[in-house]
């Protein structure tokens, strides 16, 4: 009697492979455990095993394992459904998404690099080949797993990796390593000796001649009373009127002590939210949820911005909870997680675990472990889409908030899936349910609302009876004819932002391109720097006087004459958020100004820093890209500029308007948030454009049916399924041969509409071109046998031996 596994490789291939193992490991091997298996010549790789059987594989002799990594599984069987589900709707492999699914802590494999942590001190409790590794890496910085193996003279050294990465003594390459420095709080406290009353009375007369010092105690004790919590030295300087010197001469009286706590930098009211109370429109809505869980799996409400739709997720989540359900909060935007895990965690206390690609590896490891364990430190989890292949037992509700973003769905690499539509599978499977929330629902999912696949739940009023904010037009054309613009600020907008000021209120404004300009032109010929590399222009960034290429990198320094023809007559066009907020820095040089973008935001905690200030309201104005709009919540912001609105509403995209409509509105709503009415200047070129008119009136339902209309007769969704084929070659005549075999075999194949081979805007990124073929399949079409008849035909375009080197990504669902 033979054994053997099947195993996924977390590489791009269709298929799992055949091992050999022996009888006792057979017996031992549970499913969903990883092993270390050799493949092809000389590489290992940490591969899951799906099923066990006795049938030896037919096409090559299978190799024996290596080793067994795991005692317990670490994946669950329904883990492993839902990727085969992904991996067939979003034509991809299944090794692709197990990649993709695991922190890369427990992928290791030959090529992965290891290197020590910088202040390892080396314990006793190290193991000789443990202790062996780490004197290696103190000579050299990195090493490759395969090389270790020849260092330790074994093939097994997973375990002895793992093992070392759990001791927190190495780390893996790909880490993102920057150290958050804990925000800390000084406090103060009177000496445990001093809290008897006999001893009151000597300490007054110890400070008998300093009178100072004797007022500064009498004010500690007032606070003391009124407020039974931890006091700041900040508090009671504020307080007291005291100055530092003071509290620093009682400290070294050894009459009052110091100590730090760690502040989350994100701070929130210390109300004790136990007491949630919803609002009457808030429990109808919860009300009207829990009916429609009865019947449906899905529910969408649809609540204007700021209409406390957390509240209602916090309700409906005390109900699963109750019945010892897990509960997954996906958020699109990691941004917004600082935000919702204080409140979440004000309510549920140490039952809140958070999951995104910002974490270490350790910490990613530690939530996963968590997870399978059902313990109680991870029922409640939030992440952004990554969190979806978490290992949950008892999944009880997903609620995805802000479900229209388009950061729900990967890009690259693949599973290019849909964070929103895999949960949806993900519940079911579980038999849970999902919440859906947003103020500007997709399309796709008000359509399913309204043909009552999903159950729809409307929330029409703000919480706490603020109202929405007030939007006004500026029409640019008007305005740079009159002269009334300064920069690229409307005489308008300048008077709110004053007013706003001097109000000691917080500003946002919005611009959807970062860096200074989009171009810099040369007046004499005309000429515009390209990227060498990809078919766009340079984009002009004054901070680091150079243009930068936003595809690929390659960057320049600012040229001082033209490169065609050597005037030096050279002009930007088109502005950036750093022109924006260099402009500001000049209307208003005494105010605290900043900008968020991709630029500001590279590490790890820099959202954290920028949000924490900004709602600690040490900053005057923001400047930022669409990061703005998610869903963040202030409560002191009253005025929202959008600079330029058409620019998102002339994008070569069939969603252009329903985008340009969901984020107008979700930045306006930004604004007077808490009891101020708020105020949102939008400045156009265009004002009577329908969908600027449909924001202005806040009327989503106008809009819905407007694009609902365009959509049917252009045959796009949710009447038709896309499929988008990119193809890529650095040989342009190659890739053009290459695209049009493929379209015309999938013209015949098909009676349904196939537009290409096509050179989208920018048809060239770093030195490959491009060519796209969009495929669109009508509802009653069957999706899963179009889907099988075009990987047929993907097929037969790999075996052309001349054009197997053209690579093709599948998007399904484009975005």
Known sequence: MHYFIEVIIPIALPQTFTYKVSEAEFEFIQLGVRVAVPFGKSKFYTALVAEKHHNPPTLYEAKEIHQIIDEKPIVTPIQIEHWKWIASYYMCSIGEVYRTALPSALLLESETIISAKKEVVVTDDLSDDEYLLVEALQQQTALKISEITSILNKKKVFPIIQQLLVKNIILLQEEMVEEYKPKLVRYIRLFPEFNSADRLEELLTILKSAQKQKDLVLSYFQLNASQRRPISVKELTEYSGASPAIVKALVDKEIFEEYYLQHDRVSFDEVKESQLQLSEAQSEA??????????????????????????VYIKLIEDFLAQEKQVLYLLPEIALTTQLVGRLTKHFGNKVAVFHSKYSNNERVEV?????????????????????????????????????????????????????????????????????????????????????????????????????????????????????????????????????????????????????????????????????????????????????????????????????????????????????????????????????????????????????????????????????????????????????????????????????????????????????????????????????????????????????????????????????????????????????WLYQVLKQQFDIPVLGPEEPPVSKIRNEYIRTILIKIPQEKSLGSTKKTIQKILNSFDAVSQYRAIKITINVDVN
């Open 368 to 740: 996963w472990n968590q997870v399978i364990n059902s313990s109680e430190k991870a029922q409640i989890v939030i992440g952004a889409r990554s969190a979806l292949f978490l290992p949950f037992q008892n999944l009880g509700l997903i609620v995805v908030d802000e479900e229209h973003e388009q950061t729900f769905k990967q890009v690259d690499p693949a599973p290019r899936y849909h964070a929103r539509d895999a949960a949806i599978v993900l519940a079911n499977f579980h038999k849970a349910k999902v919440v859906l929330g947003s103020a500007t629902p997709s399309i796709e999912t008000y359509f399913n609302a309204q043909s009552g696949k999903y159950g729809l739940v409307e929330l029409y009023e703000r919480f706490g009876n603020a109202v929405l904010p007030e939007i006004k037009l500026v029409d640019l054309k008007d305005s740079y004819f009159r002269k009334k613009m300064t920069g690229h600020f409307s005489q308008t907008l300048i008077d709110e932002m004053t007013e706003a000021l001097s109000n000691k209120e917080q500003i946002i404004l919005f611009q959807n391109r970062r860096g200074y300009s989009p171009v810099i032109e040369c007046m004499t010929c005309g000429h515009i720097p390209q990227c060498p590399q990809c078919d766009v222009s340079l984009t002009y960034h004054k901070f680091k006087n150079q243009l930068r290429c936003h595809y690929c990198g390659y960057s320049i320094a600012k040229p001082t004459n033209c490169h065609a023809c050597s005037s030096i007559d050279l002009t930007s066009k088109g502005f950036g958020t750093e022109q924006i907020e260099l402009e500001l820095t000049e209307l208003f040089p005494t105010k605290n100004i900043k900008r968020m973008d991709q630029d500001t935001t590279r590490g790890k905690y820099a959202f954290e820093k920028l949000i924490d200030s900004f709602k600690n309201r040490e900053i005057d104005i923001l400047v930022g890209t669409q990061m703005l709009a998610k869903g963040l919540d202030f409560d002191n912001v009253s005025l929202v500029g959008i600079l330029n609105a058409d620019s998102m509403l002339y994008f070569p995209d069939f969603r252009a308007f329903e985008r340009s409509y969901q984020m107008m509105t979700q930045v306006s709503g930004r604004a007077g948030r808490s009891d101020k009415k708020g105020k949102v200047i939008i400045q156009t070129y265009n004002t009577m454009h329908n969908t600027i008119q449909q924001v202005t009136t806040n009327d989503y339902v106008g809009m819905y049916q407007e694009q609902l209309y365009e959509r049917k007769i252009y045959k796009y969704p949710p009447y038709f399924k896309l499929i988008k084929l990119t193809l890529k070659h650095k040989d342009y005549d190659k890739l053009k041969e290459g695209s049009i």
């Open 286 to 311: 919860l009300q009207s949820i829990q009916t429609i869980f009865a019947e449906k799996e899905v529910c969408l409400l649809h609540g204007v911005t700021a209409s406390g739709k957390t509240e």
